[in-house]
């Protein structure tokens, strides 16, 4: 079942956001990653799609879908709170993460999430609490 995204961007590509809730420490297998333990607290997945963004985003919401990506294995245990959108090229993704890391003191915990097409170290960053929306850029 997906969660009906009600927005119009009025643009189909860019990058986003995810903010996710892991109620309770967990140890969970992402794929060839292998299995990591993931603390209580906010997980913010930073990705992209070149087309079809809401599709993308509603895809992440599905609670039944096959494991394709990293965040699908930490969506099948946490809940997504709320997500954003950019009008950027692919490389925001990667803009944002960066900026969650040093402009916001975001944590790794998984070295290698979402990052495999790039040279990132991840784009999975952890906070105990969540960030404020007025934190994040106004713009990639």
């Not at 930073?46 to 394709?68: C, D, F, M, P, W």
Request: hydrophobic residues 30%; glycine residues 8%; contains cysteine.
């Amino acid at each position: 079942m997906s969660k009906e995204i009600n927005f119009d961007l009025g643009y189909d590509s860019g990058v986003y956001l995810l903010e996710i809730f892991l109620h309770k420490p967990k140890k969970i297998e992402v794929g060839a990653l292998g299995i990591s333990s993931f603390p209580p607290g906010y997980y913010y997945y930073a990705g992209s799609a070149q087309k079809n963004l809401k599709a993308r985003i509603e895809r992440h919401y599905s609670v039944s879908k096959t494991a394709h990506w990293h965040i699908d294995y930490l969506l099948a245990e946490g809940h997504i709170k709320n997500h954003y959108t950019w009008k950027s090229s692919k490389k925001g993704e990667c803009k944002i993460a960066s900026y969650l890391k040093k402009e916001l003191g975001g944590e790794i915990i998984v070295s290698g999430f979402g990052s495999s097409d790039c040279n990132c170290e991840s784009h999975l960053l952890y906070f105990s609490n969540p960030l404020e929306e007025d934190q994040l850029p106004a713009d990639i």
